[in-house]
């Protein structure tokens, strides 16, 4: 396992910064500064749909300012802007932070939480598998709800990270908005990643990442903003990891990568949430990856790819002639 990896306290700093840059510029991302006690809470787009610019910083504090994200002009036949994520630190940015391993939960509150603030609670078994549990002093996360959690919900956040409530540090958006879609499709790397941890590849041998999926139209409700950003990865993602192992390791599982590996690929994802009941833990779960994968072994110089976009699928889902 890697010993060179970031620290956690370094991580969340720098997302803090971002934090702080959003908290100055408010007009700028039409975000909104509340005080739950003495937590900074920023709305990113609870009860609206938000802005660009927003979802674009948001994802970059999700994944602790290890990565750059932008926005592309669209193009194609599918006519959407894309986001693309690239990060020379994949495994802190996209696995320590990034990845939405932290369901919070209490009396009526719920949301998904992601951000570098999960790995000093550490309680995910990737975390530890990879070194990436450690203290920190400031807190920074993100979540995925459509209210503003209380005090209740904060001192709960705080005393797993082991900080105090006044060091924790969050931003909301929903997922029917700019940056709460945003957010959610700048993880076409991290989706790869998990999805490489599931198939028991050694996460530490990736060096670099970088990935673009479609941003979907923004949604009038969560649920079906939440079929549509999974069918921008499933469908719509590519992404190129630059890895540094032997080849057979990576042709062992190369087939199995992309979403076409599963039995369920080629249907809206909203239909086969309601297939299962809403219930992600009965979809398998080869289902979730980007729709086309290339990985370049910089050990061999050899280039490997499987599964393809599918436009026709997107269009479908969106509702795109």
Same mark, same amino acid.
């Given at each position: 396992? *890697?010993?060179? !990896? ?19 510029? *408010? ?11 003495? /937590? ?7 009860? =609206?749909?938000? /802005? ?32 693309? #994520? ?8 996209? !696995?320590? @932070? ?6 919070? $939960? ?7 939480? @992601? ?24 807190? #920074? ?36 908005? +700019? ?36 941003? *979907? *139209? ?16 499933? +469908?719509?993602?590519?992404? /190129? ?17 992309? $979403?076409? @590996?599963? $039995? ?37 110089? =050899?280039?490997? /790819? ?10 479908? @889902?969106?509702?795109?002639?």
């Amino acid at each position: 396992m *890697p010993d060179n !990896i970031l620290h956690a306290e370094q991580i969340n700093d720098a997302a803090f910064e971002l934090f702080v840059k959003a908290i100055h510029s *408010p007009k700028e991302f039409d975000i909104r500064v509340i005080d739950v006690g003495d /937590t900074k809470v920023l709305d990113f787009a609870v009860e =609206r749909k938000g /802005t660009e610019e927003a979802g674009v910083i948001l994802a970059e504090i999700c994944m602790g300012s290890l990565a750059k994200v932008e926005l592309l002009t669209p193009f194609g036949d599918l006519n959407r802007p894309q986001v693309k #994520v690239e990060t020379s630190m994949p495994l802190e940015s996209c !696995i320590g @932070s990034q990845y939405a391993g932290w369901p919070v $939960s209490h009396e009526k509150f719920f949301a998904m939480c @992601s951000g570098p603030m999960r790995m000093p609670r550490g309680k995910e078994d990737v975390l530890n598998e990879y070194k990436l549990h450690q203290p920190a002093t400031v807190a #920074v996360g993100v979540m995925e709800a459509n209210k503003i959690p209380d005090a209740e919900v904060i001192d709960l956040i705080a005393q797993q990270c082991g900080v105090k409530s006044r060091d924790v540090n969050l931003c909301i958006a929903r997922t029917a908005s +700019y940056p709460g879609s945003i957010q959610v499709v700048a993880r076409s790397v991290e989706t790869a990643m998990h999805k490489l941890h599931e198939l028991k590849f050694d996460l530490s041998t990736i060096v670099h990442g970088e990935g673009t999926a479609p941003v *979907p *139209p923004i949604a009038d409700d969560d649920m079906t903003a939440l079929g549509w950003t999974n069918d921008s990865m499933l +469908y719509g993602a590519k992404v /190129t990891l630059t890895v540094d192992t032997e080849d057979d390791e990576i042709e062992a599982i190369l087939d199995d990568i992309p $979403s076409s @590996s599963s $039995s369920e690929f080629g249907t809206p994802f909203l239909d086969i949430f309601n297939r299962y009941d809403k219930d992600f833990y009965k979809i398998d779960k080869m289902l979730f990856s980007p729709a086309e994968i290339v990985i370049k072994n910089q050990k061999t110089d =050899r280039e490997f /790819t499987a599964g393809e976009v599918r436009n026709d699928i997107l269009k479908t @889902s969106f509702g795109i002639s």
